[in-house]
């Protein structure tokens, strides 16, 4: 089959819709989230472009309380799955990375991100912010240190919505002071569950277009909390100095801790294992052929062969010409005989764009050995959408 070849980015606007491909996008699965390779200044560009063709960019930041909600909740997950760009929050993600061998190598915070535009000076055109969220007073508090000290970020506007439900939250006269607002910028801080819950709902119904929950960091901004030192968050520490600053914290990270512990053993190190296991056993020149077939509804890709990173590109071409069809799309991994962290986040990102589309992907003929891996990584879900057909 013919590969689709990359054409020259001729403008910043042709640059932005590469970009906005999230087949482009240089995704891991890990533990069933998509992880995005990403670094600090290709995320405030991404961020800068977005704001600039008011395109709708969600920014979910996955950290240990992230993955912990994924695996139990799966409206959670699918609000990061939505999402246009997940850089890594927390250091156990950086952690479990590591130990699969996996190249996400920077902490991406969004406490960051923020802290990164809000301290340019003598910014020409600074991004507008709007906050929703916190608790009472703060929220308040973080626009009024925002006015007073300008810089790369200007908030227009606020709203403390208390703490009623998220239905309570989405009401048409809150959505629309949000929307009238104009911003660039939406920084929600509901705690992490309600947080991505609502942006996953109203996704359609918002008009500015970056939204993310940043959660602690209207506290930070606030000045009602003061931000773990820097040596404590690059050793993964942080959670020590939140306990102190806000000791309520210190359930949530108990049980994150035990869920992780738990992961250890059941998924993160056997899947280590495997992998490891994997490498040695299969040449690393292994080649995939993706034959095509397809009829008046549906299109039909047959994966033989080794769905790893080193093949990962040649995929996205013939993924982006079955996405073009506007057809159904069904993966046969009968003839699979691997998968990696890297083809499964293509995956993720090949369902994410034909659920955009309202087309659909279903994934057929997993063998009970890479049924094994799908779930060690977290994404025996999508193998459980054949089961139940």
């Not at 003598?122 to 703060?138: H, M």
């Not at 931000?227 to 520490?237: E, H, I, M, V």
Request: proline share 4%.
């Amino acid at each position: 089959m013919e590969l689709l070849g990359a054409s020259p980015r001729a403008s910043r606007r042709d640059d932005i819709s590469v970009q906005s491909d999230d087949l482009s996008r240089n995704v891991y699965c890990v533990l069933g989230i998509p992880v995005d390779a990403i670094d600090m200044a290709a995320l405030l560009r991404a961020v800068e472009e977005a704001a600039a063709v008011k395109a709708p960019f969600l920014i979910s930041t996955p950290n240990l309380n992230f993955l912990v909600n994924s695996l139990l909740d799966a409206e959670f997950r699918e609000s990061v799955l939505l999402s246009e760009l997940c850089p890594v929050d927390g250091m156990p993600i950086i952690w479990i990375a590591r130990l699969l061998g996996l190249p996400i190598k920077d902490r991406v915070a969004g406490s960051d991100m923020f802290e990164a535009f809000r301290s340019r000076d003598n910014c020409a055109q600074p991004l507008t912010i709007f906050l929703f969220g916190g608790a009472e007073g703060v929220v308040e508090a973080a626009a009024k240190a925002l006015k007073a000290r300008p810089g790369g970020l200007n908030c227009v506007g606020f709203i403390y919505p208390g703490f009623g439900s998220i239905e309570d939250m989405s009401q048409d006269h809150i959505i629309n002071e949000i929307n009238i607002s104009g911003a660039d910028f939406l920084m929600v801080a509901l705690g992490a569950q309600k947080g991505q819950l609502w942006l996953k709902r109203n996704h359609d119904r918002l008009r500015i277009p970056v939204r993310a929950h940043l959660g602690a960091t209207i506290n930070f901004a606030a000045g009602n909390v003061r931000r773990a030192p820097a040596a404590a968050r690059k050793f993964g520490l942080e959670w020590l100095w939140r306990i102190k600053e806000e000791p309520h914290l210190w359930k949530r990270y108990w049980n994150d801790g035990v869920t992780l512990l738990g992961l250890l053993f059941t998924h993160i190190l056997p899947l280590a294992i495997v992998m490891r296991w994997e490498r040695l056993r299969r040449p690393a020149q292994q080649d995939l052929v993706i034959e095509s077939t397809q009829d008046y509804d549906t299109i039909s890709l047959s994966l033989c062969g080794a769905a790893t990173a080193r093949n990962a590109e040649k995929a996205t071409s013939i993924f982006r010409e079955a996405l073009a069809t506007k057809k159904k799309i069904v993966i046969n991994l009968s003839n699979t005989c691997v998968i990696d962290p890297r083809f499964l986040g293509l995956l993720l990102m090949l369902r994410k764009q034909a659920n955009r589309q309202d087309a659909d992907v279903k994934f057929i003929g997993a063998s009970s050995w890479l049924g094994t891996m799908f779930r060690l990584n977290g994404v025996g879900y999508l193998l459980a959408l054949d089961r139940s057909a």
